[in-house]
């Protein structure tokens, strides 16, 4: 399996994988949803502010993730997680974990200070995310569910307590994701 930075021309492939993998898991009224926000995240995001990364079997996109900026109010450079999938056909063989890890590292090498998500702790916490409490970082909308933010340090610091909200960017800023 290659796994390579996203480029524009593989911008189809991804939006029919989101929108598949999220139809597959959750529904269409879902899969929909993802389909719209990853079309706005590829369009609407300054190149410097999002990066993403791809899995390839055989000539097959089968993974996709994507980091955005998230603006803290502190001098610490963060991205978010958001969203990951993985081909129905191949989940639960290791590939989200090792695209994930893949996309943490290039962040790291990148100086990027903390990588924040929303999602299920249970996953996330195999690739280094721990529950963050609001007190610490706000997350920029109201949360649905609060156990889901979380958080990793990608430098030696810890993660202080900063006074204010975060920001992500024009995608993300719709509270029916959060
Ligand atoms: C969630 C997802 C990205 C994980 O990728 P994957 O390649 O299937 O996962 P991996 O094989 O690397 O890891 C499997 C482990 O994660 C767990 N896991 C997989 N999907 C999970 C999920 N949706 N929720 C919680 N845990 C999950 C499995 O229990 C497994 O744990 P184990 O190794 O202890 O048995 C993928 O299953 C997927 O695309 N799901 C549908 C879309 C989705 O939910 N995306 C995430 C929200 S943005």
């Not at 100086?111 to 970082?137: R, W």
């Not at 990793?152 to 995608?171: P, T």
Request: charged share 20%.
């Amino acid at each position: 399996m290659k796994l390579s930075t996203f480029n524009a021309s593989q911008s189809p492939d991804v939006i029919n994988l989101f929108t598949k993998v999220f139809s597959d898991s959750e529904g269409q009224d879902e899969g929909e949803t993802i389909s719209r926000l990853v079309s706005e995240l590829i369009i609407t995001t300054d190149e410097h502010d999002i990066v993403g990364f791809v899995a390839i079997l055989e000539k097959e996109l089968v993974g996709c993730i994507f980091f955005s900026r998230l603006i803290l109010p502190s001098e610490k450079i963060a991205f978010i997680l958001s969203p990951v999938a993985i081909a129905t056909d191949q989940q639960g063989k290791g590939i989200g974990q090792q695209l994930i890890r893949h996309g943490i590292e290039y962040l790291r090498i990148k100086d990027i200070d903390f990588v924040f998500t929303y999602g299920d702790p249970n996953f996330y916490s195999k690739v280094g995310f721990q529950q963050i409490n609001e007190d610490i970082v706000k997350a920029p909308f109201k949360l649905t569910q609060p156990e889901g933010w979380l958080a990793q340090s990608l430098q030696s610091g810890v993660i202080d307590a900063m006074v204010g909200s975060s920001v992500c960017v024009k995608a993300l800023n719709k509270q029916e994701y959060w």
